[in-house]
Nanobody, 121 residues
Framework: QVQLVESGGGLVQAGGSLRLSCAAS????????MNWYRQAPGKQRELAAT???????NYADSVKGRFTISRDNAKNTVYLQMNSLKPEDTAVYYC???????????????WGPGTQVTVSS
């Protein structure tokens, strides 16, 4: 069984920065793609950033140039550095990853419980 837990959310003023972390724990053999999603109240969950195991990244246009996704494969952890934050970045941020366990060939999709990010104007 695998678990993802986000941390690092909080309240920050517009223009400030936050760094989110997501650690995967459990019986893990390999982690493929890792993603950060976000969901504001009353809105659909959207993909903010994604990173492959080899380090290739993609970002939503709304965060490009301000957010940076990275990962530490040895620690089974993905990070989201958020700079120049705007009030519209306010949302619950969710970690998502495709993970295979020891003795299992296929990857499964896992989600963390989310962490709240609030940006004040």
């Amino acid at each position: 069984q695998v678990q993802l837990v986000e941390s690092g959310g909080g309240l920050v003023q517009a223009g400030g920065s936050l760094r989110l972390s997501c650690a995967a724990s459990g019986i893990i053999f390999s982690i493929n793609v890792m993603n950060w999603y976000r969901q504001a109240p009353g809105k659909q969950r959207e993909l903010a950033a994604t990173i492959t195991r080899g380090g290739s990244t993609n970002y939503a246009d709304s965060v490009k140039g301000r957010f940076t996704i990275s990962r530490d494969n040895a620690k089974n952890t993905v990070y989201l550095q958020m700079n120049s934050l705007k009030p519209e970045d306010t949302a619950v941020y969710y970690c998502n990853a495709d993970i295979s366990s020891w003795g299992v060939t296929t990857f499964k999709d896992y989600w963390g419980p989310g962490t709240q990010v609030t940006v004040s104007s």
